[in-house]
């Protein structure tokens, strides 16, 4: 088939495209009711978000859902986005907006392929499997064609597999490389078979920090699927205010959302709340995938010694070991993860821009970042909580 044969799309709301058709492209594997790999792309989580108004008029993700389709079939779909601003997308590129303004350009708006305020790695280029390379191929090209005809700045495609990094540079994207911390399950029974292979300070710290977060004078709980209830929400959304408010300035979820995910999220999400004569005191939200656990948002409305290590990253390590998951993905950013058995991984992202001059000056940066994250990923990992393997000399 001849590109001149694909016909690129811009949907202004996925009320424009049907869910099974979407998720034939973005989660094939869940076509007969598994789980998705990505929670984060299926139809179900955007339009949550859209429905919520947790993108949309004036929170600087203006929808822009991408379509490629060849002889009336949907090969391939991508959410991208608008951005009238650089927050919520956890891959930062606001030095370079400040440079590209600065000498005299308007970096904003510019195209955004990626999950809003979410920062974990998955397919972005949602193709159908049987039009893999091809679907990808018209994707990247029409979401360029789409920047350049509109003199935007730029695009970029961020938390992208490293599949998709590898391919969108042979099409002419810029790779970046940044990096988090996640939590790999080496086949462990259960917690106590995680910590066996940590060296014995690692180990006791985390111990003492489990037993100083579980005597905080209440319970621990945690719930999913049909378990979830509209209070639980009551509860969270308090917490995520409060969150939301000191990192962000405004949180970037609606209360709305929330509601929409009660009714068809649950079964994607497993919510962890501490609870203290008779209240929800703190709380930490995780999104199921079919292989890994998303930590996504915490929150308290007290304070106790190491209950946001208990409920953030250890029960996140008890919860994936119990469903036989490969990783947990605790979010951007941390490095106090790493001693609590969160590993230094690469995370990757595309740029493109238009400006040639402007993209080659971006091009040198990528390449000093990309020298300086994999040095630092070594380093961390040789200062990584896990016990050394002594190599006996042989004779």
Not at 165 to 181: C, V
Not at 227 to 254: I, M, S, V
Request: a negative charge; charged letters at 25%; aromatic letters at 12%.
């Amino acid at each position: 088939m001849s590109e001149q044969e694909i016909e690129i799309r811009v949907l202004p709301s996925l009320g424009a495209i049907d869910a099974a058709t979407w998720d034939a492209c973005a989660c094939p594997e869940a076509v007969n009711g598994a789980r998705p790999t990505d929670p984060f792309t299926t139809y179900r989580f955007l339009k949550a978000l859209e429905d919520s108004n947790s993108v949309g008029p004036g929170t600087g993700w203006q929808p822009q859902y991408l379509q490629a389709v060849m002889q009336g079939q949907t090969i391939g779909v991508a959410p991208m986005y608008a951005k009238g601003h650089s927050q919520g997308e956890y891959i930062f590129d606001h030095n370079w907006a400040h440079a590209y303004e600065r000498s005299g350009g308007r970096y904003y708006p510019k195209l955004q392929i990626a999950v809003p305020h979410t920062p974990a790695t998955g397919r972005r280029f949602l193709t159908h499997p049987d039009f893999a390379e091809t679907g990808l191929a018209a994707l990247v090209q029409g979401a360029v064609q789409l920047a350049d005809s509109n003199s935007l700045s730029s695009l970029h495609v961020t938390f992208c597999t490293e599949s998709e990094r590898d391919a969108g540079a042979e099409l002419g994207l810029m790779a970046r490389t940044t990096q988090q911390f996640h939590w790999l399950n080496d086949g462990y029974a259960d917690f106590d078979g995680f910590l066996a292979t940590l060296s014995s300070r690692k180990r006791k710290n985390i111990r003492k920090e489990r037993r100083q977060a579980q005597d905080f004078g209440g319970t621990i709980h945690t719930f999913t699927g049909d378990d979830l209830r509209p209070e639980h929400w009551d509860a969270f959304w308090e917490f995520y205010q409060d969150t939301g408010a000191r990192k962000w300035g405004t949180p970037y979820l609606t209360r709305r959302f929330f509601q929409i995910a009660q009714e068809t999220l649950r079964d994607d999400m497993a919510l962890v709340l501490a609870e203290r004569d008779g209240r929800y005191v703190a709380g930490a939200l995780n999104f199921i995938g079919a292989e890994t656990l998303y930590g996504r948002y915490w929150g308290c409305v007290e304070h106790h010694p190491c209950l946001h290590f208990e409920l953030c990253y250890y029960q996140a390590i008890d919860i994936a070991i119990a469903k036989g998951l490969a990783r947990v993905e605790a979010g951007a950013q941390g490095e106090h993860k790493l001693a609590r058995g969160y590993l230094p991984t690469q995370t990757h992202s595309l740029h493109w821009v238009n400006d040639a001059g402007f993209a080659d000056a971006i091009a040198n940066y990528l390449r000093a970042e990309r020298e300086a994250v994999e040095e630092e990923i070594e380093i961390l990992t040789e200062y990584g909580p896990f016990k050394r393997v002594k190599i006996e000399e042989q004779e």
